[in-house]
């Protein structure tokens, strides 16, 4: 038998293969997959593959540090938010650092400028290795010292 481990409401993760070290999250068990903030986003062929280029602030409230990323894409979905308004939006795999394991995950792209948090982790991605506990925080990052984007 398997052991979850323990996640706070927020964590801190990273997006190695995006070159985002370290991203403030929340972990939302009401979404089914993950969002990813995401502007200047460009499909472009690479081969015979879509691929899509985007911007990303890793740093919410800051619009001067930028991290630009490149990724195929794996899908195109509607994605019906909250409030009920839906989005179509590409969706991309891609490698999530949450303490020390890396999972694989699908990760939807959309623009989070105006929300508190620039990722939503879902419960897709954390149902195999995860459990929320939903009034503790950083319950992953507790004892990381990973790198951070400077500003």
Do not use: C
Not at 56 to 75: L, N, W
Not at 121 to 127: K, N, Y
């Amino acid at each position: 038998m398997s052991t979850k481990k323990p996640i706070g409401w927020r964590e801190w993760i990273g997006f190695p293969d995006l070159n985002i070290p370290r991203i403030k999250a929340k972990i939302d068990t009401g979404a089914r997959t993950s969002a990813l903030h995401a502007f200047r986003v460009k499909p472009f062929m690479r081969g015979d593959k879509q691929w899509v280029r985007f911007a990303i602030h890793p740093v919410q409230g800051d619009t001067d540090t930028i991290v630009e990323s490149e990724a195929p894409v794996k899908d195109h979905r509607i994605v019906r938010d909250s409030g009920g308004h839906e989005e179509q939006r590409y969706v991309i795999e891609t490698a999530i650092s949450i303490g020390e394991d890396i999972i694989q995950a699908e990760v939807t792209l959309t623009d989070r400028d105006s929300m508190l948090f620039r990722v939503l982790l879902g419960r897709t991605a954390l149902s195999a290795n995860y459990v929320v506990h939903p009034g503790r925080s950083y319950v992953q990052s507790e004892n990381q010292q990973g790198d951070q984007i400077q500003t």
